[in-house]
């Protein structure tokens, strides 16, 4: 069995990984204990970015979501609200690693840039 806490800390670790590699430096994971997200991102990063990296989420989940999902979102949402920006949480679902956000005005003015 893998120990859950090692495995949250290596998927936490993997998304710093693509964020860093997508945006920019600036993004670290942050300590076990510390408020709001998992991850510490660059002041001007506006997403609170929360890792799930287990199986309790199947690629069906997500559009017809299981308790895991409802709660995993949930979760995104509570911290980004901690965080004073908007909920981003990236899950690896079968294997793949995908991001899910809340759409909104804001999102989709942001997204034509």
């Known amino acids: 069995m893998v120990n859950r806490f090692r495995k949250g800390k ?3 670790l ?5 964020l860093t590699h997508h945006f920019g430096e600036g993004f670290k994971r942050k300590k076990l204990g510390e408020a709001g997200s998992d991850i510490q991102c ?9 890792v799930k990296d ?4 199947k690629l069906k989940h997500l559009f017809k ?3 895991h999902l409802r709660s995993y979102w949930r979760q995104a949402k509570q911290q980004a609200t ?3 920006k908007q909920p981003l949480l990236i899950i690896k679902i079968e294997g793949l ?5 809340e759409r909104s005005e804001e999102t989709r003015l ?4």
Do not use: C, Q, Y
């Open 65 to 67: 979501p299981n308790t």
């Open 54 to 57: 287990r199986n309790t989420v």
């Open 97 to 101: 690693w995908l991001a899910i956000v």
């Open 14 to 18: 993997d998304v710093v990984h693509m």
């Open 10 to 12: 290596k998927g936490e």
């Open 82 to 84: 901690v965080d004073g």
């Open 110 to 113: 942001n997204s034509s840039h």
């Open 42 to 50: 660059r002041p001007n990063f506006n997403w609170a970015v929360e």
